[in-house]
């Protein structure tokens, strides 16, 4: 089974500044079945990212992904106010998903 | 517009048992693969189970295998989650979510989510 160890654990930033959150897998995943997501209370999951690098629909350029094999970013290149929220990486290999422990991104 | 919709939720006694349902609109629910993800309080997203486009091949996380079971009606475009032997651990938010495939693996659609509560 592959285990995505996302850091940091938490990040404290401003509104304004730039978000780099780090999604690392135990071994190599191919790029296509990588994705992120963001999670805020009371709501279901967001895609954000799909194919490493794919934003889905709807999402703001201001969020990317890049990475391959077992190193993955997802970056926030301006924090709004309402992408305060907690942020997982997932991916599937060998038939089976698994998802990062997640990062919280808390206001500063 | 692509819609998934829970039910089924609700409190149950720990080793009760509980059905939760999804309902699925707006697209070809027989093409994608399916999936049960849940987050308890205080912990993270975790994949609960999922089930293929044609319902032959399915997967359970092990926290959860022998007592639950997925399954599907593609005709009634209906997912389901039989839960048995409920433990307090199972207490969690659960969502239905969407694989969207075509040669990439993420979840696009999701529901609003069901509430399980189990205890005593």
């Known amino acids: 089974e592959v285990v995505l160890t996302q850091s940091p654990g938490t990040l404290s930033l401003s509104p304004g500044e730039r978000a780099t959150l780090s999604c690392r897998a135990s071994q190599s995943v191919i790029s296509s079945y990588l994705a992120w997501y963001q999670h805020k209370p009371g709501q279901a999951p967001r895609l954000l990212i799909y194919g490493a690098s794919i934003r889905a629909t709807g999402i703001p350029d201001r969020f990317s992904g890049s990475g391959s094999g077992t190193d993955f970013t997802l970056t926030i290149s301006r924090l709004e106010p309402e992408d305060f929220a907690v942020y997982y990486c997932?991916?599937?290999?060998?038939?089976?998903?698994?998802f990062g422990q997640g990062t919280k991104l808390e206001i500063k | 517009q692509m819609q998934l919709v829970e039910s089924g939720g609700g409190s149950v006694k720990p080793g009760g048992s509980l059905r939760v349902s999804c309902a699925a609109s707006g697209f070809t629910f027989s093409d994608h693969y399916m999936t049960w993800v849940r987050r308890a309080p205080g912990k993270g997203l975790e994949l609960v189970s999922y089930?293929?486009?044609?319902?032959?091949?399915?997967y359970y996380a092990d926290s959860v295998k022998g007592r639950f079971t997925i399954s599907r009606d593609n005709a009634k475009n209906s997912l389901y989650l039989q839960m048995n032997s409920l433990r307090a651990e199972d207490t969690a938010v659960y969502y239905c979510a969407r694989d969207r495939g075509y040669n990439y693996a993420a979840f696009d659609v999701w529901g609003p989510g069901t509430m399980v509560t189990v205890s005593s």
């Open positions: 997932q991916q599937y290999g060998r038939s089976l998903y698994t």
């Open positions: 089930i293929s486009s044609g319902g032959i091949t399915t």
